[in-house]
């Protein structure tokens, strides 16, 4: 399940089933009773999230439902998307299992909990967010959603060890770039601290191939962000031009000068913008 977000999510989303069990152990370890069969993947119609997905969601037993969601930069929005996960979520459940929302009688539907695993640089201070105070100062609004957010590096559980995994990819990526040393080095050094060994011994190449490619996709869609902004920038400056009475032949060397392009290069931009 996936997002074009952060490498993060994806290597989430790509070991689920090796961290389905663990994960639910690390956050109820207080449950001995559950094994790997009692849980499901949950895997939501991206028609229903336009086209979005939510890293990790698990059902345990039909009882409990768990959204995880990674994320390297912070942003309170995740608040408002884990809730369309939660409404998709139980959307399919209902249809699924041809439930009736219109029925006098009350629906047996999985409670919900919700988690943020944090790798990013930026300091967290609180465990919890929540609609009710970080969206609406409210305490006493009608509607609120608690998401407990964890951010400490421990080689304790395997939540922590992901963590530190991802910290360490962070500070190899700044090292060598999105290259394939970046993870090579990030593997050796989390299998000799212990963060992650049992998954990682055998699947070095695997995980190698699977950020490799993320890296690709990463660098593809920062590429047409910066363009889409350039092209944005571009335009508005010829329409500028063309309001102010500029020829079309000053324009274009304004846009070759602003933009360090060739003059043929320029005059192809200027008369795709420029309104006739």
């Given at each position: 399940m996936r997002r074009p977000e952060s490498h993060d999510g994806e290597f989430v989303g790509r070991r689920g089933r090796y961290f389905r069990l663990q994960m639910f152990q690390t956050l109820h370890p207080e449950i001995t009773d559950i094994t790997e069969s009692d849980i499901k993947t949950v895997t939501l119609n991206p028609v229903i999230l336009n086209g979005q997905y939510n890293d990790l969601a698990i059902l345990v037993k039909d009882k409990l439902i768990i959204f995880v969601e990674a994320q390297s930069t912070w942003t309170i929005n995740i608040l408002v998307r884990i809730l369309l996960y939660l409404s998709a979520a139980y959307h399919e459940y209902i249809i699924d299992r041809d439930m009736n929302v219109y029925t006098s009688k009350k629906l047996e539907i999985?409670?919900?909990?919700?988690?943020?695993?944090?790798t990013?640089?930026?300091?967290?201070?609180?465990?919890?967010?929540?609609?009710?105070?970080?969206?609406?100062?409210?305490?006493?609004?009608?509607?609120?959603?608690?998401?407990?957010?964890?951010?400490?590096?421990?080689?304790?559980?395997?939540i922590g060890q992901y963590i530190i995994f991802s910290h360490v990819l962070d500070?190899?990526?700044?090292?060598?770039?999105?290259?394939?040393?970046?993870?090579?080095?990030?593997?050796?050094?989390?299998?000799?601290?212990?963060?992650?060994?049992?998954?990682?011994?055998?699947?070095?190449?695997?995980?190698?191939?699977?950020?490799?490619?993320?890296?690709?996709?990463?660098?593809?869609?920062?590429?047409?962000?910066?363009?889409?902004?350039r092209d944005t920038t571009m335009k508005t400056t010829v329409e500028m031009c063309q309001r102010f009475g500029t020829s079309i032949e000053e324009a274009i060397s304004i846009i070759a000068h602003d933009f360090g392009l060739a003059l043929e290069k320029a005059s192809e931009y200027v008369r795709e913008f420029w309104n006739n």
């Open positions: 999985p409670e919900p909990e919700f988690y943020v695993i944090y990013g640089g930026r300091k967290i201070m609180r465990e919890i967010i929540s609609l009710r105070e970080d969206f609406w100062h409210n305490p006493n609004a009608k509607l609120d959603l608690l998401v407990k957010v964890i951010h400490a590096e421990s080689k304790d559980d395997v500070g190899q990526i700044r090292l060598h770039g999105r290259k394939k040393i970046a993870v090579e080095e990030t593997i050796r050094i989390c299998q000799n601290m212990g963060a992650l060994s049992e998954y990682l011994e055998g699947r070095k190449k695997e995980v190698v191939d699977i950020m490799v490619t993320l890296f690709d996709q990463e660098y593809a869609t920062e590429v047409r962000e910066r363009e889409l902004v």
